[in-house]
Structures are given as structure tokens and as C-alpha cells.
């Protein structure tokens, strides 16, 4: 099992927990897990074409999965996986 | 409604004001109470856009991650973002809803000449396209 931190904001959609422990050998499957179990969470993180949303980033322990195997990237029993958002702007 | 406790405030104009004619930007950790949010801390970050920083901020992912295990470690939560608008007032601008988070307040300082003027708090929506602005309440220390 994996454990997924829960952005304060998206707890509403997992049960006001702060993290979760879910199965999965892979991030996708790990993210699969934790919106089958909290439905309410896959429109926060994903678009209606199943894709992650443009702000949302996904870290295995300190490694962001983009840069990894993205969807592939390995999970072992015990990670940290963290949902993290990409925040930039200017006027 | 979100509120700034005077300390937090107080850094977050000090950063907007240290950094200006540039951009600053930082976290905003607190507390989701009945009476809506209240920001007791404060976290100044890099911003690290690479460019011309006098009218765009960037925040290092990473960074979130830290300021989101600092709030889980001090029993806090990631309240919101803010960042600094120099020369130019409090508003939500079309870079910064098309590089939003629907999931947090976003407070805006508005520093002119190099010192603090006003300050105002948006909620973007998920899809990028419109940002509602949210009551803000803050003392200076």
C-alpha cells in the first residue's frame, strides 16, 4: 500500500482525510485506486478526457513522475505519493 | 472569507516590497475554520520564472510540497498563494488565471513606488476561465 497526501482543499472529496493508503504498483494505478474509492476526486484531478488537469503534478516520494515513467512510474509498498499543483502568473 | 493574521501579513508585504520592481510570491499556511479561512503563517518563496520577473512569478513545485509538509508538521493547512503585482493594482490577470489552482486563495499585493497599496483575494475556477474575488480581511502589524 501506498500512501497519497491529500491537498487541504480536495479532503471535502476523500472523507476530510489528510492522506490515504491505497494499492497499486504504479502511479496510474494508485490514482486509479483513490478516485474508485473517492469518486468526487477524479473531476479535481482529471479532465473529462482522462487526462491529469495542467496544474496537477504528481510526486512519488521527492520525484515529480513527469520526469520519471510518468503514469508507469513505480510505486512500491510505503511511498509517499503527493499531489502537487503548478502555481505561476504575472500581470 | 479568508482573514491574515497581522504577523503573516506583515512578512507578506515586507517580501512584496523587498523583491519589488519584481514579482514575489509565497504560501500562505492556516486554519479552515467555521468563520471561513485564517492565514497564520507565512512562507516567502523563490519565484523562479525564468525571464523578465517584473511582471510574471513562477513557484517551484517542489516548494509547494515543502510548504505542504511544513503546514502537515505544524498541524496547519496550505491555505493559498500570494504574489506581488508591482506598479499595478490588486486585480487577477489573465496569466494569472490561465496559471491557476482552483484549490486556493490567491492574494494579490498591489505594491507601488515600492511600497505596499492594497491587497484583494481571488478563487479561480478548475477550468482556468474566471476567478471570483473573496472577501479578504488583514491587519497590519
Known amino acids: ?91 | 472569507m479568508i482573514t491574515i493574521d497581522p504577523e503573516a501579513f506583515g512578512l507578506m508585504v515586507s517580501h512584496a516590497e523587498s523583491t519589488f520592481p519584481n514579482e514575489c510570491c509565497g504560501v500562505m499556511l492556516g486554519k479552515n475554520t467555521e468563520d471561513g479561512k485564517r492565514v497564520v503563517a507565512a512562507m516567502p518563496v523563490e519565484n523562479v520564472y525564468k525571464g523578465a520577473q517584473e511582471d510574471r512569478y513562477e513557484i517551484r513545485p517542489e516548494d509547494l510540497l515543502k510548504a505542504d509538509r511544513t503546514a502537515r508538521a505544524d498541524g496547519l493547512e496550505l491555505i493559498g498563494i500570494f504574489h506581488s503585482h508591482p506598479d499595478c493594482d490588486a486585480y487577477f490577470s489573465k496569466t494569472d488565471l490561465e496559471n491557476s489552482c482552483p484549490w486556493y486563495s490567491f492574494v494579490v499585493l498591489s505594491i507601488k513606488k515600492g511600497k505596499f497599496d492594497h491587497a484583494a483575494s481571488f478563487l479561480p475556477n478548475a477550468d482556468q476561465t474566471a476567478a471570483e474575488k473573496e472577501e479578504l480581511t488583514w491587519q497590519k502589524s
Open chain 1, 1 to 91: 500500500m501506498a500512501k497519497v497526501l491529500i491537498p487541504t482543499p480536495l479532503r471535502q472529496f476523500a472523507a476530510q482525510k489528510d492522506s490515504v493508503e491505497v494499492g497499486g504498483g504504479t502511479a496510474g494505478e494508485v490514482l486509479n485506486a483513490l478516485t474508485a474509492q473517492f469518486p468526487d476526486l477524479k473531476k479535481n484531478l482529471f479532465t473529462d478526457e482522462g487526462k491529469l488537469r495542467s496544474f496537477v503534478n504528481v510526486y512519488v516520494n521527492d520525484e515529480d513522475i513527469r520526469y520519471l515513467k510518468k503514469d508507469a512510474t513505480p510505486v512500491a509498498a510505503g511511498d509517499t505519493v503527493s499531489i502537487v499543483p503548478s502555481i505561476a502568473g504575472g500581470l
